[in-house]
């Protein structure tokens, strides 16, 4: 009782920030090739958790896939990306990328908790493919990622103890491995399981990288959320969610912090 609470709770949560020409939620074919980034090991089975989830309600066709990558400081080179993640990003079309930014000095590109989820959304962008973000921490970074498809804030990065490989194949997770419910929720929301309802608890001013501080101007406002409607329930009333509390020069400004 207290999980369903839990789930309910995370996934109400969830704000949906940017949604560029309606990409979520993914409709996901039988030649879908999608790729979990996450920066940190026990975040990996969390994202599965979510597809296998979204498999579970039939909206995972068969043929389709899911990979993850576990990226860090050596994952960007002066040439481009190290080898393997290369290879993975060549056999993706869709990549969902974790965003974990928990101090001001992280909010430049310098630091690769925000330099390779930044270098991810722009590769994308130079070859088709979908990049969607996750803000899984404090959400101020949800202005960083002008090349970004899509971008939620879940405001919760705890992970989940469960092995990634076990959780990949489709094993059951028991109740014994702890995990956190945020991270899972976001997957559940992008892939069409559950509806965006959340809005921003906070303002969110705008990252001055010159000064290394935030601006007095807004990106976003407290109270701003988009939404759509599930892929598991099409009829679901979200009339009442709007984007009030939006900039109106928000995407003009954000593309140049």
Same mark, same amino acid.
């Given at each position: 009782?207290?999980?369903?609470? %839990? ?5 109400? /949560? ?5 949604? %560029? ?9 039988? !030649?879908?090739? =999608?790729?979990?980034? =996450? ?12 597809? $296998? ?8 066709? /068969?043929?389709?896939? =899911?990979?993850?990558? @576990? ?12 080898? %393997?993640? @290369? ?22 590109? @310098? ?18 493919? *979908? &990049? #969607? ?9 949800? @202005? ?10 879940v405001y919760g990065c705890k992970g989940s103890s469960a092995d990634p490989t076990t959780v990949l194949i489709g094993e059951v ?6 995990? +956190?419910? $945020? ?5 559940? =929301? ?24 935030? &601006? ?10 988009? /939404?759509?409607? /599930? #892929? %598991?329930?099409?009829?679901?009333? *979200?009339?009442?969610? *709007? ?5 109106? &020069?928000? !995407?003009?400004?954000? +593309?140049?912090?």
């Amino acid at each position: 009782a207290n999980r369903a609470a %839990e789930r309910e709770i995370a996934a109400a /949560s969830v704000t949906l920030i940017k949604n %560029e020409n309606d990409v979520l939620p993914i409709k996901v074919a039988s !030649d879908t090739r =999608v790729l979990m980034l =996450v920066p940190f090991e026990d975040e990996s089975a969390l994202t599965l958790m979510g597809w $296998n989830r979204a498999k579970a309600e039939g909206l995972i066709p /068969s043929g389709a896939t =899911v990979d993850y990558y @576990q990226f860090s400081a050596e994952s960007l080179t002066d040439s481009g990306f190290v080898p %393997e993640l @290369q290879e993975k990003l060549d056999a993706a079309d869709t990549l969902i990328i974790l965003s974990e930014c928990s101090k001001a000095s992280r909010m430049e590109y @310098q630091h690769w908790l925000t330099a390779v989820p930044n270098a991810l959304c722009h590769y994308a962008s130079s070859c088709d493919k *979908t &990049s #969607i973000i996750v803000s899984a921490d404090k959400p101020y970074d949800v @202005q960083l990622y002008p090349d970004a498809d899509a971008i939620l804030a879940v405001y919760g990065c705890k992970g989940s103890s469960a092995d990634p490989t076990t959780v990949l194949i489709g094993e059951v997770t028991g109740d014994e491995n702890a995990y +956190g419910p $945020n991270i899972l929720a976001a997957v559940e =929301v992008i892939l069409g399981t559950i509806s965006p309802s959340g809005k921003l608890p906070l303002n969110i001013p705008i990252y001055d990288a010159e000064k290394g501080t935030y &601006s007095a101007s807004l990106a976003y406002e407290r109270g701003y959320g988009l /939404s759509y409607k /599930s #892929i %598991e329930d099409p009829d679901e009333d *979200t009339d009442d969610r *709007t984007d009030a509390g939006a900039n109106e &020069s928000t !995407d003009e400004v954000v +593309g140049e912090a």
